[in-house]
């Protein structure tokens, strides 16, 4: 049972372009919505998280959006640069919880 | 600051052996988590403990899977016995302790099993 779908699996993109990743959930008790970033051989953290009381999160060139009436969130990457190339997951949790429930990941290749 | 500690970064090892992963959180945090990240299943929580005591297990596998934090700098995850299917990613992660904090992971231990 995949709670929180994710996509495309993978995302080629030219340096400058913008990136759109997407999610959907299922499960209305979800309240926190982070993105993570993780690159070869490292873990994933944490690069911008939302919750459901506002439609748009910016941090630099990282936008969320999030639409809680259709139940899915997105992450917007302006001006792609070849360094963001990496695996980008979504996650859900529920409110009170620390357990997150994660995307399949989505990767991106940013063409220089 | 140090990160989140993982040892070995590198496991190869033949099926039936026992192995243990280890974890060091960041100082301070109180909760603990054991992910598994695979292709196919992506990245799934195994288990995970807040002050020491463990609050999810419902990830874990089977039996061969064990997990345990004696304090509140290390923890453990046994796999006995081990079997191919076991080869994966494992990641450990640490937070402050309540719900909306960041996870902070560490490089993961990549585990192969013949």
Same mark, same amino acid.
């Given at each position: 049972?995949?709670?929180?779908? $994710?996509?495309? $699996?993978?995302?080629?993109? $030219?340096?400058?372009?913008?990136?759109?990743?997407?999610?959907?959930?299922?499960?209305?008790?979800? +309240?926190?919505?982070?993105?993570?970033?993780?690159?070869?051989?490292?873990?994933?953290?944490? =690069?911008?998280?939302?919750?459901?009381?506002?439609?748009?999160?910016?941090?630099?060139?990282?936008?969320?959006?999030?639409?809680?009436?259709?139940?899915?969130?997105? =992450?917007?990457?302006? +001006?792609?640069?070849?360094?963001?190339?990496?695996?980008?997951?979504?996650?859900?949790?529920?409110?009170?919880?620390?357990? =997150?429930?994660?995307?399949?990941?989505?990767? =991106?290749?940013?063409?220089? | 600051?140090?990160?989140?500690?993982?040892?070995?970064?590198?496991?190869?090892?033949?099926?039936?052996?026992?192995?243990?992963?280890?974890?060091?959180?960041?100082?301070?945090?109180?909760?603990?988590?054991?992910?598994?990240?695979?292709?196919?299943?992506?990245?799934?929580?195994?288990?995970?403990?807040?002050?020491?005591?463990?609050?999810?297990?419902?990830?874990?596998?089977?039996?061969?899977?064990?997990?345990?934090?004696?304090?509140?700098?290390?923890?453990?995850?046994?796999?006995?016995?081990?079997?191919?299917?076991?080869?994966?990613?494992?990641?450990?992660?640490?937070?402050?302790?309540?719900?909306?904090?960041?996870?902070?992971?560490?490089?993961?231990?990549?585990?192969?099993?013949?």
């Amino acid at each position: 049972q995949q709670q929180v779908k $994710q996509s495309p $699996q993978s995302l080629i993109v $030219q340096k400058g372009g913008i990136s759109i990743i997407n999610c959907a959930y299922e499960n209305t008790a979800f +309240d926190y919505f982070p993105w993570y970033q993780q690159f070869p051989g490292k873990g994933p953290a944490l =690069l911008i998280a939302i919750r459901p009381d506002v439609s748009e999160k910016k941090e630099g060139r990282f936008t969320i959006s999030f639409n809680k009436s259709a139940k899915q969130f997105s =992450l917007h990457i302006m +001006d792609s640069q070849p360094g963001d190339s990496a695996t980008y997951f979504c996650a859900a949790s529920k409110g009170g919880s620390e357990k =997150l429930v994660f995307g399949k990941g989505t990767k =991106l290749t940013v063409n220089p | 600051d140090a990160g989140v500690i993982q040892s070995p970064r590198h496991e190869v090892t033949e099926m039936g052996q026992e192995v243990t992963l280890r974890c060091k959180p960041i100082s301070g945090h109180n909760s603990l988590f054991w992910y598994r990240q695979t292709m196919m299943r992506g990245l799934e929580l195994l288990i995970y403990f807040n002050n020491n005591v463990p609050i999810d297990d419902s990830g874990m596998p089977e039996d061969r899977f064990s997990a345990k934090m004696p304090n509140a700098s290390f923890s453990t995850l046994k796999i006995q016995p081990s079997e191919p299917r076991d080869s994966a990613v494992y990641f450990c992660a640490s937070s402050l302790g309540y719900s909306n904090q960041p996870q902070h992971f560490g490089d993961g231990t990549r585990l192969s099993i013949l």
